[in-house]
Structure formats: C-alpha cells, structure tokens
C-alpha cells in the first residue's frame, strides 16, 4: 500500500478514535494525533498517542482549560474501537498536562460551598472564596463570610510544593492575614485543591500519577505528571 494510503488509513482511525472519545468524555473540543507504521495500525499497534482535550469536565462543577495525555508504544483493541469503546491492550507509560484558570478555579470552590462550610453555628455564612494565581508561584485565597450582620474576611497566602516521597502536590500556608475563620473551612478548601492538582479524578478512572511540576503564571495553573495508564479517561 502506497504511503498516500497509509495516511489516509492512519487519518480514518483517528477520525474515528476522536468520536468514540467524544462519546464518553465530557469535553467542548477534542483532538487526537497518533504515530504508527500501517502493519502496526491495522494490528491496534501505536508508536505515539496524544489526547488532547479542551474544557474537560474533571469533575462535578470543575471544568480544565486544557487537559492533554500523552502515550508512549501502546495497543489499542480495534474491535473496541468499532464498539464504540477505547480499550488499551496493555498498560503504557505517559505524561499529562493540565491547565487550570483562575476563574475555573473560583467558580469550582464557589459552587462547593454548601460541602466546605461544615461550621454548625447558625449566625455563621460562608460567602464566596476568590482564588487568586499569582507570579510570584504562590496560590492566594480570599475568604467572605457574615456572622449575622457583620462581615468579615481573610486571605491565606499558599505555595504549592510536591513531596519528595510521595510526588504528590500539597498547599502550604505561607502567609495568613487574621485567624478568625474556623480551620475546619480552611483545610477543607486546601483539601479539595489538593486533589484537584493530584489528578485523583483521573487516578480513580484507571490512572497512576507521579507529580513532576507545578508551573503557576498569572491567572492559570498548569501541572505535570508521569503517567502509567491501564485505561483511557471517560466521565
């Protein structure tokens, strides 16, 4: 077969890989590039695949500016394929990006309100949390609540750091204005920013993850990682 053809046969099947991912993620755009020879492609077989998807929803009320995996040699079973599934043969190592904004950021711990504020005192309302991405490489959290008709409120200022033991990315306290909102609240919010960062959505759909950087810039986030995937992502 020509190389002409190949091309078209390698097009064909990433045409078609996109459409049954679109079908079982939840993402406004996505792209998909692959590398393999024809014999190896028409055997599920594949050099290279990236996965690249824009406004993924990792989870409830959170959705990423930019999600990309990136999959070394690995195996795709092509009769999966033609049922509309996406099963990998074997496990393959990889990387991923992620992209974060600082709205996206916000309106995710705004919407998570009701969950974060666990504090039982009635006059006590918890009422926004404006995150802010800095240059500096620091993660700022402005807090807004009322007790009864006062309000109040108090920013802590967070590094991002990966562990060395474990390679997962964990929010230090740096710096806090006041100490007046319940630390219940606080850790809560670090928490769910934590996982957030250590893609553990991801991680419970079929995914290992070791943290490599966290890159802050002014208004978005992005964070890497090794991957070792046994299976592709899906909502």
Known sequence: MTRGKG??????????????????????RLQVCLEANLKDLLAGK???????????LLRRHLRVAEFQFDIGTSAVNLESVMRRQIQLLHPSEGSVRMV???????????????????????????KQINCELREDDAIAFH?????????????????????????????????????????????????????IFNLTDIADRGSTFLNQKVNIEAGKITVQANAYIEQLPSN
């Open 7 to 28: 091309k078209l046969v390698e097009q064909a099947v990433k045409k078609f890989i996109e459409m049954v991912l679109s079908r079982l993620v939840n993402a406004e």
């Open 46 to 56: 594949l050099d290279a695949l990236t996965i690249e998807m824009f406004g993924f």
């Open 100 to 126: 974060i904004t600082q709205s996206q950021l916000t309106a995710f711990l705004n919407a998570e309100l009701p969950s974060l504020c666990q504090i039982q005192q009635s006059e006590f309302l918890l």
């Open 143 to 195: 807090f807004h609540w009322t007790i009864g008709e006062e309000n109040h409120s108090e920013t802590y200022i967070t590094m991002p750091q990966i562990e060395t033991n474990t390679n997962k990315v964990m929010l230090v306290i740096r710096d806090i204005e006041e100490k007046e909102l319940p630390s219940e609240i606080v850790n809560a919010t670090l928490a769910r920013v934590n996982e």
